[in-house]
């Protein structure tokens, strides 16, 4: 279904540039632009129910800090791929039951250090692989430089904040000060986010994905 979705859109706006522009495009640009639709739709669909999972069993906030501490550095650093459409999904499943067992497991007066210690384990892979050079998809050298850069960036502000929020948690347990659950859940939930697109780095070239 999504396959067939992806190349309706993908000949539509192959149609819609050739009428607009009137030059003549390779053929097979349709399916660069089929896959990229279908790819979008995919993760429309699998980040939609895993965030609505999230709002059902009451964790909407946490899914959120999660998914947008994952996916903002894995739009810049790339990483594992499985091969199907299917797999993607199952493992989009497997690493948010993960998560959400990480949650319930680890004691709320060891999250700040866990939180710093996920920002410590996710700093090299990412300075060292970012962005990752797929087999599928390779990156020219500007959008390396690019993608590379903004990776770093990226990492800069998550471990800035994930940081500051660890040592508050940890702070609040030495001074006998109360903090909102919510940031405790927010310090473990984007540290693990980072983590995991670290780690999704590294099982790609262990995977011998890239180039």
Known sequence: MLYKLGMYLGETFYMSR?????????????EVYAYGFEMFWENVLALG?????????????????????????????G?????????????????YAIFLLLLFVIPQWIVGYVAMICVGASIAPILKLAPFRDKGTPLGPNLTKKF????????????VVITGLSAL???????????????????????????????????????????
């Open 79 to 95: 990483g594992f791929h499985a091969s199907t459409s299917g797999r993607c999904f199952l493992s989009s499943l497997l690493i």
């Open 169 to 211: 948690v940890i702070a609040s347990s030495f001074m006998g000060f109360s903090i909102a659950d919510i940031i405790t859940s927010a310090t473990l939930s984007m540290a693990l986010g980072l983590f995991t697109s670290a780690f999704a780095l590294v099982l790609a070239k262990l995977a011998k994905q890239g180039i």
């Open 18 to 30: 050739l009428a607009k522009t009137g030059e003549t495009f390779d053929e097979g640009d349709v």
């Open 49 to 77: 129910f895993i965030q609505i999972s999230g709002i059902i069993i009451g964790l909407g906030l946490e899914t959120m800090f999660f998914l947008l501490a994952f996916l903002s550095m894995r739009r810049c650093a």
């Open 148 to 159: 590379r850069k903004m990776s770093r960036i990226i990492l800069v502000i998550q471990a």
